[in-house]
């Protein structure tokens, strides 16, 4: 049987709710009736666990040039040159639009004036980030749910899971109409109906075994543009954070580069220092390396974890610097102002993700993306510290004032009307154990064949691996009604496919892809993105709700 409820109608529909989503959602707000799915509690994603900050060229001593300089630098020869230099040009103004949002950014005196503390992070060579203390993320997040829950023509679906893009004929083109939406506590499953929907969920990061982002990373809005047809880029490129703190209750939990910036050093169990070995800049390297530096010296001493010492420094300054780090740490047994930290990799940002133009268009006419799900050129091949923030504000911009100029789109009135989602041919799971299985054997064989260091054999070992379970999902979202896991399931799987296809594409090394059988880089694909183009859309949601044409 099919929903009794009537298609909810809005003239954007925005999927996510993290700095992308709600941030693009107030710039529509003042002139189109927008609705926000939130998988979750709106102030619960990505963004609210940025610790570090957000980059922007804010220093008289600083200059554009340098800040894309060094992003370039960091990104090893893949990043798009003009979507850096739009970044980076639009970072002043999204500072200022943040501190007029009210996000409280940690302030210094200097020469009798207050003015913003800039931090420094990997790959930086400046002091360029700036941070609300150690909680940059939840600053932002708090002031962006603050200022949506003041905007009536903003209205927010808390526990909301978008399960597809609902695609349709209009005026003889396929477009984007809208999507179908589970809600998390009835299990039923919505129409929104939409000529515009902006595709703001974030990244990957959770196909990993061990990841530092929440639980909601999984890649739904990478599967679901691909199902609906939209190429995909660069997702080999999937970045791991050096340093999550080691402990078997500490879940995801990041020690913020910034505790690097700041004078933090890498050590091995004897208390040497190892990061000079890898890098002149030692541990101020960009991520890829300092990551896969850590993840040499683990397997060469057989050793679970390094140390991250910033205890050399005053403990005054560390709790004023690293508040929430040093409370937190301290709840696990650990004094970071007296003693190292143990640490390790763990998954952290999909530097790929759905094709997009400037604009934030992808390939589907109605479509956009903005923030970790898209692939926009900025990071190329590793993404540089603090840079994820800045692009999420400009590209939700972008995309907003884009929408905005458009003035022949469909009223979400006008829209053909799709078949209401079926359940007459599914029963209740009985077997939920097979969703939890699939779900933890996806994510250690990624872990284990995927990761920081790879082989063509262990890729390919993955693919095999893969598409079995793929087969599996497939059945089990055929025959049984649909969960908020099984629909992370049959995303994560999806995306995993698509991680080792791209990773089996690309026959060289270059930032965050290292493949033992060719170590190094090949300057003959310098600004060669890895481009998937997915199967035909039509059939991609047979039996379930005839959703497209």
């Known amino acids: 049987m099919g929903t009794a409820q009537q ?4 003239d954007v529909l925005v999927i996510g709710s993290g700095a992308a989503g709600l941030s693009a959602a107030l710039h529509l707000a003042p002139h189109r009736r927008v609705v926000v799915l939130s998988k979750g509690p709106v102030d619960e994603g990505s963004t609210r666990y940025a610790q570090g900050g957000i980059s922007a060229v804010l220093d008289r001593q600083d200059s554009f040039d340098a800040h894309i300089d060094d992003t370039i630098d960091a990104g090893a020869g893949l990043c798009d040159a003009d979507a850096v230099r739009r970044t980076v040009a639009a970072g002043p103004e999204a500072i200022q639009w943040l501190l007029n949002l009210g996000v409280p950014f940690t302030r210094e005196s200097f020469e009798g004036r207050s003015r913003l503390h800039l931090t420094r992070e990997g790959g930086h060579s400046a002091r360029r980030v700036a941070h609300a203390a150690d909680a940059t993320g939840r600053a932002i997040e708090d002031a962006l749910v603050r200022s949506t829950g003041d905007t009536a023509s903003i209205d927010v679906l808390e526990r909301h899971v978008a399960v597809d893009l609902i695609t349709s004929r209009v005026d003889g083109v396929r477009r984007v109409v809208g999507a179908y939406v589970q809600d998390t506590a009835t299990r039923e499953v919505q129409t929104i109906m939409a000529p515009t929907v902006i595709m703001a969920t974030g990244g990957a990061s959770r196909v990993y075994l ?7 990373a999984t890649g739904d809005g990478i599967a679901m543009a691909w199902r609906a047809g939209c190429r995909v880029a660069n997702m080999e ?32 169990p004897d208390g040497e220092r190892f990061m000079p070995r890898f890098d002149e800049r ?5 991520r890829d390396i300092v990551a896969r530096a ?10 679970d974890h390094v140390y991250l010492d910033i205890s050399h420094k005053p403990a005054d300054f560390i709790r004023e610097h690293f508040p929430t780090i040093h409370e937190r740490c301290l709840e696990y047994g650990f004094d970071m102002t007296r003693e190292p930290l143990p640490v390790v990799p763990a998954a952290h940002y999909t530097c790929g993700g759905v094709v997009v133009n400037p604009f934030g268009q992808t390939d589907l006419p109605g479509l956009y993306a903005a923030g970790e799900v898209s692939c926009t050129g900025l990071h190329g091949a590793n993404r540089m510290a603090s840079n994820s923030l800045l692009e999420c504000l400009v590209y939700a911009r972008a995309a907003a004032e884009h929408i905005l100029s458009q003035t022949d789109l469909p009223a979400p009135e006008a829209l053909p009307v799709p078949a209401a989602w079926d359940e007459s041919r599914v029963t209740e799971s009985e077997e939920e154990v097979v969703v939890a299985h699939d779900w933890d054997e996806l994510r250690r064989l990624m872990w284990d064949y995927v990761g920081i260091v790879r082989t063509r054999r262990r890729l390919q070992r993955a693919q095999r691996r893969i598409r079995i379970l793929q087969e599996e999902i497939h059945e089990y979202y055929s025959h049984y009604r649909i969960s908020p896991d099984l629909i992370e399931l049959r995303n994560l799987g999806m995306v995993a496919e698509i991680i080792v296809q791209s990773a089996l594409a690309r026959r060289e090394s270059r930032g965050l892809h290292y493949l033992l059988d060719y170590p190094e ?3 003959e694909l310098d600004g060669t993105p890895t481009v998937l183009v997915p199967p035909s859309p039509a059939g991609q949601l047979a039996g379930r ?5």
């Open 294 to 303: 850590v993840d040499h010296e683990m397997k060469r001493l057989g050793i």
């Open 521 to 523: 880089r090949d300057p």
């Open 237 to 268: 490129f999937m970045q791991f954070h050096p340093t999550c703190l080691y402990h078997p209750q500490a879940k995801s939990f990041l020690i913020s580069e910034a505790v690097r910036g700041e004078g933090g050093l890498l050590k091995l």
């Open 210 to 216: 061990y990841s530092s982002n929440p639980d909601g």
């Open 545 to 549: 709700a005839a959703g497209g044409s």
């Open 282 to 286: 030692g541990e101020l390297a960009p």
């Open 7 to 10: 298609p909810r109608k809005a």
